[in-house]
């Protein structure tokens, strides 16, 4: 499923984004959905994960309490509320959809979104 993410930006240590994945095209409440960041030179890393099978939903250690995933049936999107935004949360942000349950199996990655925290 290809994926647009956007919502990315600068902002300052302590402060919120809210990025948004949707799939043109294809309706986002058939599929589990997962968010991904990758900085340049490091390995992908699993954010989130929302399963549209038994309504469960995952987060790494290193979010857990900071970012929420959510979806909007209505704007056919999922959402990734990021607070307390930390500069180790820099990173570009992929969104993937696949299956009904976490974890996503990701066999095509988007353009994905920069979220750059910084002073």
């Known amino acids: 499923v290809a994926l647009v993410e956007s919502g990315g930006g600068l902002v300052q240590p302590g402060g919120s984004l809210r990025l948004s994945c949707t799939a043109p095209?294809?309706?986002?409440?058939?599929?589990?959905v997962a968010w991904f960041r990758q900085v340049p030179g490091k390995e992908r890393e699993g954010v989130s994960c929302?399963?549209?099978?038994?309504?469960?939903?995952h987060y790494a250690d290193f979010v857990k309490g900071r970012f929420t995933i959510s979806r909007d049936s209505a704007r056919n999107t999922v959402f990734l509320q990021m607070d307390s935004l930390k500069p180790e949360d820099t990173a570009v942000y992929y969104c993937?959809?696949?299956?009904?349950?976490?974890?996503?199996?990701?066999?095509?990655w988007g353009q994905g979104t920069l979220v750059a925290v910084s002073s």
């Open positions: 095209g294809y309706i986002m409440d058939d599929y589990a």
């Open positions: 993937a959809a696949e299956g009904e349950i976490c974890p996503v199996v990701v066999d095509a």
């Open positions: 929302s399963s549209i099978r038994d309504g469960s939903t």
